[in-house]
């Protein structure tokens, strides 16, 4: 019988991937902030937990996705959550974090006999819906060989290991956020000349992404820069704030400048 899956964490990215579990045919027990949010899973046959600890199972798998350390590391400390853990259980943590924070993360599940798998995700929900997420990983080898099909399970294209070192994954994903980050603004300037000048946006949009920059996120990005169905939001600005932050107290870290992050975080400053 397949194993019931924890999921916290069910925000715009969460809830598909969840689903996605429940589509796989994994039993759920999921928990959210706002109750409400896990309604329509379990209305699909999910099992709703009231606490975060009450979606963990005794050496079983839990998988969380949530906003930053802090947030992930006050899940974890909530009482019980890592003493029902217990031994052999393994924590998913798919949430943008510090490696540091990683770090911190998986020192505290070793002292229960747990194992921590970091797993951050690149992909928009749309992604995930469609099941084209990747997905960075790290941890034990055991504790990954196990948890990589419900990584596959939860819409992803393709699962890369980065292996034992803890902190690996999300300096990876914090790498990628950051080009993230650089790609949209260099678009959305980028278009906004090629309009002013009498470019229709979408044309310029379609030509350079199937040539010079035939790439997913050149492609999605541009298309709803030149379409007008994204913009910075206060939601998106703050993510951006924080991701860019985690880039630039890393590389501060390791002795590395970053001459263009400190600029994107000065422009995004000013605007705010």
């Known amino acids: ?103 911190r993360l998986a020192a505290r599940h070793a002292e229960r006999g747990c194992l921590f798998v970091e797993a951050p995700v690149f992909g928009r929900p749309e992604a995930a819906l469609a099941r084209q997420l990747w997905i960075a990983c790290a941890g034990p080898k055991a504790a990954v060989e196990r948890v990589r099909p419900i990584l596959e399970a939860m819409g992803a294209a393709g699962v890369f290991d980065f292996g034992e070192q803890i902190g690996a994954a999300a300096t990876v994903k914090l790498v990628g956020n950051f080009m993230i980050g650089a790609a949209a603004r260099s678009l959305a300037e980028g278009l906004a000349v090629a309009e002013a000048a009498g470019c229709d946006p979408k044309t310029v949009v379609a030509m350079l992404t199937t040539t010079l920059f035939p790439a997913p996120i050149y492609q999605s990005y541009g298309r709803m820069i030149a379409d007008k169905t994204v913009a910075m939001n206060p939601g998106q600005a703050a993510i951006g704030r924080k991701d860019g932050g985690l880039f630039r107290a890393m590389a501060a870290g390791v002795g590395a400048t970053t001459p263009m992050a400190d600029f994107m975080a000065g422009v995004s400053a000013a605007r705010a």
Do not use: C
Request: hydrophobic letters at 45%.
């Open 1 to 103: 019988m397949t194993e019931t899956i924890g999921f916290i964490g069910l925000g715009n990215l969460g809830a598909p991937i969840a689903g996605n579990l429940l589509d796989a045919g994994y039993p759920l027990r999921v928990h959210n902030r706002t109750p409400a949010k896990a309604d329509a899973l379990v209305a699909r046959g999910a099992e709703r937990a009231s606490r975060a600890v009450d979606a963990v199972s005794p050496g079983g798998v839990v998988a969380t996705l949530l906003w930053d350390d802090a947030s992930v590391e006050e899940v974890v400390a909530d009482d019980g959550f890592l003493e029902t853990l217990g031994s052999g259980g393994v924590h998913i943590s798919m949430s943008t974090l510090s490696p540091e924070g990683s770090r």
